[in-house]
């Protein structure tokens, strides 16, 4: 009876695994071309859903009339750049044109956002549409599906079947031998600047796992200043004037302790209790560069709430913080439009933040942070070797979770410092600092977890070429 059972196990093991390979799910190789949505129909055939894509057939690969026009006529994505980043000349006057500016903003902000689905469609456990993928709002959405269960490799049909080891990866690939400059001249204030303002959306919930989030605003609400939740929010509120708890150190404001406001924060133990200062993120403690952020936007909510209450000294503390609350979220993206995006873009046309550009165009105006968003904005390769305050330098061990670093030198010096010293290059591979390797382990391994689909999967959705080849896709010049 015994070998009996020892036989029909493996052998229902080896013809369920046979049925299963032949049988693997159509939609896996991603038969549906220019956004086409690939459904299955039994369990070897699958249909392409290409409803409004501009495209027909079996794999949405022919044109519509209008969709041939666009194609042949349409500057490529490459071409645009080029266009955006040369001729700095007819770009100055371009610039100073208002209706020519206007218009050129009113397209960028179009073609972009209609690139986006919205509302938004998958996440990580649902590859089709859903309403609770919709509706659950502890998940990031997903640009792209993740590659099904059921496929043959985790790319779907393609690349290897087990995947190298991805401390392998960032050795190879990653790590940094030699720091490299940005090539833009992009500074450690603006480093700062994009690990303040982007972990306002990305704070994913690593008790859940890599596929959520505990930013349920899914956008520019500055909750990493006032706190992610209403009781967090009123521990950090000094409920007068509409103002935010502070103290003073040496006639400076800087953010109050955690003791003074019971809102948490992570420091590890032998931080001094006078030295952990309490801010809507409870993670921002990890660098004196977010407490930098931090401290300034703390500064500058109780600066706007001065002159608010000198124009409206019949508002109570509600209201003076409510609109202050707005007002620098208003700021904020002013900042990240006209500054920061600015200097990322390269572009010599000058971005403008204007809400009225959009009034009379059709625009969404919710949002849904996604993945694959939080993924490409591991920028740790701008981070340096070591840090420059004022002719000190830091190390990443004495720099980590040292608010002392912030205190001692003054934001004035910091934020000097910080405009004089050059970040890393983000693109192109090898220049992740040794001490955050763990990071990008951690990155790809999320990745891989959540079923990532190729690169060119990506370029194809968002209208990029396809790479042909590796070398395509590193350069020549790329050795290992
Ligand atoms: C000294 C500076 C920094 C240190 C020590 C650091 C460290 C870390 C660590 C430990 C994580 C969590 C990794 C994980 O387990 O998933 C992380 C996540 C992340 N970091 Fe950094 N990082 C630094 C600077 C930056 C900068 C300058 C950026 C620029 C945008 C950045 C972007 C991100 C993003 C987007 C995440 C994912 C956040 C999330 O999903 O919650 N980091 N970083
Ligand atoms: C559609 O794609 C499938 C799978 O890649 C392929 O076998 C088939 O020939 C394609 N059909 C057309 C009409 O190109
Ligand atoms: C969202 O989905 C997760 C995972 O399925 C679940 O644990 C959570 O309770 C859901 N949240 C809501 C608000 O339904
Ligand atoms: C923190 O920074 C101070 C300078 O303000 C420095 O003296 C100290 O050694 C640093 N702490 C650690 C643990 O490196």
Same mark, same amino acid.
């Given at each position: 009876?015994?070998?009996?059972?020892?036989? /029909?196990?493996?052998?229902?093991?080896?013809?369920?695994?046979?049925?299963?390979?032949?049988?693997?799910? *159509? $939609?896996? &190789?991603?038969? $549906?071309?220019?956004?086409?949505?690939?459904?299955?129909?039994?369990?070897?055939?699958?249909?392409?859903?290409?409803?409004?894509?501009?495209?027909?057939?079996?794999? $949405?690969?022919?044109?519509?009339?209008?969709?041939?026009?666009?194609?042949?006529?349409?500057?490529?994505?490459?071409?645009?750049?080029?266009?955006?980043?040369?001729?700095?000349?007819?770009?100055?006057?371009?610039?100073?044109?208002?209706?020519?500016? #206007? &218009?050129?903003?009113?397209?960028?902000?179009?073609?972009?956002?209609?690139?986006?689905?919205? %509302?938004?469609?998958?996440?990580?456990?649902?590859?089709?549409?859903?309403?609770?993928?919709?509706?659950?709002?502890?998940?990031?959405?997903?640009?792209?599906?993740?590659?099904? !269960?059921? $496929? *043959?490799?985790?790319?779907?049909?393609?690349?290897?079947? =087990? !995947?190298?080891?991805?401390?392998?990866?960032?050795?190879?690939?990653?790590?940094?031998?030699?720091?490299?400059?940005?090539?833009?001249?992009?500074?450690?204030?603006?480093?700062?600047?994009?690990?303040?303002?982007?972990?306002?959306?990305?704070?994913?919930?690593?008790?859940?796992?890599?596929?959520?989030?505990?930013?349920?605003?899914?956008?520019?609400?500055?909750?990493?200043?006032?706190?992610?939740?209403? #009781?967090?929010?009123?521990?950090?509120?000094?409920?007068?004037?509409?103002?935010?708890?502070?103290?003073?150190? #040496?006639?400076?404001?800087? *953010?109050?302790?955690?003791? #003074?406001?019971?809102? =948490?924060?992570?420091? %590890?133990?032998?931080?001094?209790?006078?030295? @952990?200062?309490?801010?809507?993120? =409870?993670?921002?403690? !990890?660098?004196?560069?977010?407490?930098?952020?931090?401290?300034?936007?703390?500064?500058?909510?109780?600066?706007?709430?001065? /002159?608010?209450?000198?124009?409206? *000294?019949?508002?109570?503390? =509600?209201?003076?913080?409510?609109?202050?609350?707005?007002? !620098?979220?208003?700021?904020?993206?002013?900042?990240?439009?006209?500054?920061?995006? @600015?200097?990322?873009?390269?572009? +010599?046309?000058?971005?403008?933040?204007? %809400?009225?550009?959009?009034?009379?165009?059709?625009?969404? +105006?919710?949002?849904?942070?996604?993945?694959?968003?939080?993924?490409?904005?591991?920028?740790?390769?701008?981070?340096?070797?070591?840090?420059?305050?004022?002719?000190?330098?830091?190390?990443?061990?004495?720099?980590?979770?040292?608010?002392?670093?912030?205190?001692?030198?003054?934001?004035?010096?910091?934020?000097?410092?910080?405009?004089?010293?050059?970040?890393?290059?983000?693109?192109?591979?090898?220049?992740?600092?040794?001490?955050?390797?763990?990071?990008?382990?951690?990155?790809?391994?999320? &990745?891989?977890?959540?079923?990532?689909?190729?690169?060119?999967?990506?370029?194809?959705?968002?209208?990029?070429? %396809?790479?042909?080849?590796?070398?395509?896709?590193?350069?020549?010049?790329? &050795?290992?």
């Amino acid at each position: 009876m015994k070998n009996h059972w020892d036989m /029909i196990v493996p052998c229902t093991l080896i013809i369920g695994l046979l049925a299963f390979s032949q049988a693997a799910n *159509p $939609c896996c &190789s991603n038969p $549906c071309q220019n956004r086409g949505v690939c459904m299955t129909t039994g369990f070897d055939r699958y249909e392409c859903d290409c409803t409004r894509t501009g495209f027909y057939g079996e794999n $949405c690969t022919t044109p519509e009339f209008l969709s041939w026009l666009k194609l042949t006529l349409k500057p490529t994505p490459n071409t645009v750049h080029y266009i955006l980043t040369h001729f700095k000349g007819v770009w100055n006057i371009i610039n100073s044109i208002p209706f020519f500016r #206007d &218009s050129i903003m009113r397209y960028v902000l179009t073609s972009r956002s209609h690139l986006i689905d919205s %509302p938004p469609t998958y996440n990580s456990q649902y590859g089709y549409k859903n309403w609770e993928a919709y509706s659950n709002l502890s998940f990031y959405t997903r640009a792209l599906p993740p590659v099904a !269960l059921d $496929c *043959p490799t985790p790319m779907g049909v393609k690349g290897k079947k =087990e !995947l190298p080891d991805s401390a392998v990866v960032v050795e190879k690939f990653l790590l940094r031998k030699k720091f490299i400059p940005d090539p833009q001249g992009t500074n450690m204030m603006f480093t700062f600047f994009a690990q303040h303002f982007t972990h306002q959306f990305f704070k994913t919930d690593h008790h859940k796992g890599p596929a959520f989030t505990k930013a349920l605003g899914h956008g520019v609400d500055l909750n990493h200043v006032y706190g992610e939740t209403l #009781d967090r929010q009123l521990k950090l509120r000094l409920r007068t004037d509409g103002k935010l708890k502070y103290q003073m150190i #040496d006639g400076e404001m800087y *953010p109050p302790t955690v003791k #003074d406001t019971q809102a =948490e924060m992570m420091y %590890p133990p032998h931080v001094p209790e006078h030295l @952990q200062f309490s801010v809507g993120n =409870e993670v921002f403690g !990890l660098v004196p560069g977010l407490m930098m952020y931090a401290t300034i936007w703390l500064r500058e909510h109780n600066r706007v709430c001065d /002159i608010l209450k000198q124009v409206h *000294p019949e508002w109570n503390d =509600e209201q003076l913080f409510q609109t202050t609350r707005l007002i !620098l979220i208003g700021e904020t993206i002013k900042i990240v439009v006209e500054d920061y995006v @600015q200097q990322l873009s390269g572009y +010599y046309f000058k971005l403008k933040f204007d %809400p009225e550009l959009l009034f009379n165009q059709q625009f969404q +105006y919710q949002n849904r942070i996604a993945a694959e968003f939080n993924t490409l904005y591991h920028w740790h390769p701008l981070l340096p070797d070591s840090f420059q305050i004022h002719d000190q330098e830091y190390t990443f061990q004495q720099f980590l979770y040292n608010n002392s670093i912030m205190v001692e030198h003054g934001l004035s010096h910091m934020v000097k410092s910080f405009s004089k010293q050059i970040a890393g290059r983000v693109a192109g591979g090898k220049n992740v600092p040794f001490a955050v390797q763990k990071v990008a382990k951690a990155s790809i391994d999320q &990745s891989r977890q959540m079923r990532y689909q190729s690169l060119n999967e990506y370029r194809k959705r968002f209208l990029l070429k %396809p790479f042909k080849s590796f070398e395509e896709l590193t350069g020549k010049s790329y &050795s290992f």
